[in-house]
């Protein structure tokens, strides 16, 4: 299945490993310091001990994952894309990191064995069957009373710029997102105990906790 899915994204793939030369620039330039304290506030929100097992989902440039290892130096950090590009970024920031090529809806990792899975910026961009398949497979690798911490980008209140943002969702290719947007609380509740939703220090990003 794996192999699969990798070959359904080819496109997106092909996309992130060209950016990835650019990603971290863009994001700076974009966003300046708001990145950087979006990232340091997602993973303070997770509470990670010595010795706890990390996933950063579809890790891109390994920013969060880096992060985590800065915070909390002793938990043990995987870091997880489907872009060879993205990867090979990551890669240059951290040897401490464990950088797994694979696909969010197949993670080659054992069942039950990881404390936190993070997710950045990145899961509006699973579609239909693939984002069922992630969080049964974040499901999976949870240990009972993990934590997936999920932190997108907030629905704007302004009228063009949430015409902007949703035509940028169905640009992806995502076709269905707009719906899940709307329900993304309900499915995740299909998967997770506990649901919570916080608000980001800047107001323009969502973290959502779901415990298993
Ligand atoms: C917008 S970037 C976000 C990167 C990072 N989380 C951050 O906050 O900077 C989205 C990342 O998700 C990865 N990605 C998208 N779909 C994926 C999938 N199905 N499996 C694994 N990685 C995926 C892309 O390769 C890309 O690196």
């Not at 994001?27 to 996933?55: N, Q, T, Y």
Request: proline share 2%; net charge positive.
């Amino acid at each position: 299945m794996a192999g699969n899915l990798l070959t359904m994204r080819r496109w997106r793939r092909k996309y992130y490993d060209i950016f990835a030369k650019f990603y971290d620039w863009v994001i700076r330039v974009h966003s300046g310091d708001v990145s950087e304290r979006l990232r340091e506030f997602l993973v303070k929100k997770a509470s990670i001990k010595d010795g706890m097992r990390v996933i950063d989902l579809c890790t891109g440039t390994g920013s969060v994952a880096v992060k985590v290892k800065i915070l909390c130096p002793r938990a043990c950090v995987y870091g997880i894309d489907f872009s060879k590009g993205m990867l090979k970024k990551a890669m240059e920031k951290s040897k401490d990191i464990n950088w797994i090529l694979a696909t969010a809806a197949f993670l080659p990792i054992k069942d039950q064995s990881i404390d936190v899975v993070l997710c950045s910026h990145a899961f509006y961009e699973l579609k239909g069957a693939e984002r069922f398949w992630t969080l049964g497979e974040i499901k999976r690798v949870l240990k009972p009373e993990g934590k997936f911490l999920l932190m997108e980008h907030e629905v704007p209140k302004n009228r063009l710029i949430r015409m902007l943002y949703y035509i940028r969702i169905f640009s992806m290719g995502f076709y269905d997102g707009i719906g899940f947007i709307k329900r993304e609380m309900d499915v995740l509740k299909l998967f997770f105990r506990k649901v919570e939703k916080l608000s980001s220090p800047t107001g323009r990003s969502k973290l959502i906790l779901g415990v298993k």
